[in-house]
T-cell receptor
Framework: AQSVTQLGSHVSVSEGALVLLRCNYSSSVPPYLFWYVQYPNQGLQLLLK??????LVKGINGFEAEFKKSETSFHLTKPSAHMSDAAEYFC??????????FGTGTRLTVIP | DTEVTQTPKHLVMGMTNKKSLKCEQHMGHRAMYWYKQKAKKPPELMFVYSYEKLSINESVPSRFSPECPNSSLLNLHLHALQPEDSALYLC?????????????FGPGTRLTVL
């Protein structure tokens, strides 16, 4: 069975600081992993995805994530936070029936 | 066109009303999904349609009735809902041809049940 765990329900960073959002996965098969962002009262937008090609995945808005099999992790990073990055971030793993299993989410606050 | 559209954006209904949520995509995707999202929670899968056939029903109460009239449209019919059904309802679609392809989400319908 597949699942993801997001460590930290709330992360605060200063504008210009490094953003690090943590995600660990559990999967009995090579996983397909995703990071989505959700702004208030909106749907989910894909930031990036891992599909077993490159372990370092670059996404939109300057975000990237590194797949580490030894650590079963897929942490999301951005070198310099911007005020517009404030949102809810969800890590997800694809299940065997075309469904997604989401983590509990991490709310990112950016302090000016 | 990489957009999933949902109507209405907001819906307020009484417990005796019948209403429908609509979702449309023109990306040629043959998988479509309904999710329910409560405040400060991740989306919870409700239904999955593959090739216009219901493939997953996550033990959703019968007061929610999905329908997939064609490969571009997905409806969610609502009847005799309860106040605890108030939530953001998200529609998504994805390809069934390419493995690992992401789901594209619509903006959601904010449902309030009085």
């Amino acid at each position: 069975a597949q699942s993801v765990t997001q460590l930290g329900s709330h992360v605060s960073v200063s504008e210009g600081a490094l953003v690090l959002l943590r995600c660990n996965y559990s999967s009995s098969v090579p996983p397909y992993l995703f990071w989505y962002v959700q702004y208030p009262n909106q749907g989910l937008q894909l930031l990036l995805k891992y599909t077993s090609a490159a372990t370092l995945v670059k996404g939109i808005n300057g975000f990237e994530a590194e797949f580490k099999k030894s650590e079963t992790s897929f942490h999301l990073t951005k070198p310099s936070a911007h005020m517009s990055d404030a949102a809810e971030y969800f890590c997800a793993v694809r299940g065997g029936a075309n469904n997604l299993f989401f983590g509990t989410g991490t709310r990112l606050t950016v302090i000016p | 066109d990489t957009e999933v559209t949902q109507t209405p954006k907001h819906l307020v209904m009484g417990m005796t009303n019948k209403k429908s949520l609509k979702c449309e995509q023109h990306m040629g995707h043959r998988a479509m999904y309904w999710y329910k999202q409560k405040a400060k929670k991740p989306p919870e899968l409700m239904f999955v349609y593959s090739y216009e056939k219901l493939s997953i029903n996550e033990s959703v109460p019968s007061r929610f009735s999905p329908e997939c009239p064609n490969s571009s449209l997905l409806n969610l019919h609502l009847h005799a809902l309860q106040p605890e059904d108030s939530a953001l309802y998200l529609c998504a679609s994805s390809s069934l041809v390419v493995s690992g392809i992401e789901q594209f989400f619509g903006p959601g319908t904010r449902l309030t049940v009085l």
